[in-house]
């Protein structure tokens, strides 16, 4: 199976590219996340037959675009919107403590969850370096009360632009608003450690990797498991499916991009992250794929490949 490493990670697709922004503020109208976010006075209801019905204590936070109303999700009476403006201020320290530097901006499911990236200066390098991973923070604040403001540690692999999750716990960060500027710095500081560590923790295991070897055959065990037979009488369908997803792991097995740490479980990990990312099926529209693939590797969510870190691991 043929692989490139001239990939554009999702996000970037559905965002806008923010590098020249020097500020928080500057990557929040480049990106588009300059608008403002208010709750409906009057409670949720619809009309039924003539009938009026109404769920007290829970309103429609919605988007202002202008003179266009966007309507993002439903919230509880004492829910009150954070504004981007205010929520992406504090990554300015951020900024400030790490030398870090603005990447994309973006909004998901219009407007209801906004994001910025952000690229650590700080790479990690393996196989004597020719095997480079950059560290990303991927901020969030939501508007549809599904999350608090939040940052998502997430490491991309140069070479083949897989997103490496799942192989340490406690990546994702959960800041509480505050308007304290001495607050702001300090909750930097305390977020900036936990990314040092989990970066540092992430080196450590992905070296572990690499110094275990991997045959074919134990390749092809791992990937039987990994995508275990249906159970019970499975139709042709399911078994089909089953057949062509460890093809094409075992074709990733052999890809250009893991021809430099080949024949270990870290080349056997990158197959599998690979597969998630770029060639598992996503329904939906060719727009909504690109949504989809970019929100699942903003979050960092993927049983896949922790299962897959999990076997290896054993």
């Not at 390098?125 to 403001?149: E, K, M, P, R, W």
């Not at 070296?207 to 042709?236: C, S, W």
């Not at 197959?271 to 529209?285: L, N, T």
């Amino acid at each position: 199976m043929t692989t490139t490493n001239q990939r554009v990670p999702q996000w970037r697709k559905i965002g806008k590219p923010v590098g020249a922004a020097m500020t928080a503020q500057d990557a929040i109208k480049l990106g588009g996340l300059d608008f403002t976010v208010r709750v409906s006075e009057q409670a949720v209801s619809t009309v039924v037959d003539g009938q009026t019905l109404t769920i007290d204590n829970k309103f429609i936070t919605y988007a202002e675009f202008g003179k266009k109303l966007q309507p993002l999700g439903v919230v509880g009476n004492r829910y009150t919107p954070i504004q981007n403006k205010d929520a992406f201020d504090m990554l300015n320290n951020i900024v400030d403590e790490s030398g870090a530097n603005y990447d994309s901006a973006g909004i998901i499911n219009g407007g209801a969850r906004c994001y910025i990236t952000m690229k650590m200066p700080q790479s990690v390098q393996v196989a004597g370096g020719a095997d480079v991973i950059d560290t990303y923070l991927n901020c969030f604040n939501s508007h549809d009360g599904s999350s608090s403001f939040r940052i998502q540690v997430a490491f991309l692999r140069q070479i083949c632009t897989n997103g490496l999750t799942g192989m340490v716990g406690g990546s994702s960060v959960t800041l509480r608003h505050t308007e304290s500027a001495t607050l702001k710095v300090q909750e930097a500081r305390d977020a900036l450690s936990i990314v040092f560590k989990q970066q540092e923790q992430f080196e450590i295991e992905v070296q572990r990797l690499l110094d275990t070897k991997m045959t074919d055959n134990e390749y092809k065990k791992f990937i039987e498991v990994l995508i275990p037979e249906p159970k019970g009488e499975a139709t042709e369908r399911k078994q089909n499916s089953v057949g062509r997803v460890r093809g094409e792991l075992m074709g990733l097995w052999r890809a250009d991009t893991q021809a430099i740490v080949k024949n270990t479980r870290w080349a056997a990990y990158n197959a599998v992250a690979e597969y998630v990312d770029w060639f598992k099926p996503v329904r939906g529209s060719a727009e909504n794929k690109d949504s989809l693939r970019a929100e699942r590797r903003l979050t960092g969510e993927s049983s896949l490949k922790s299962r897959a870190h999990e076997l290896l691991s054993a």
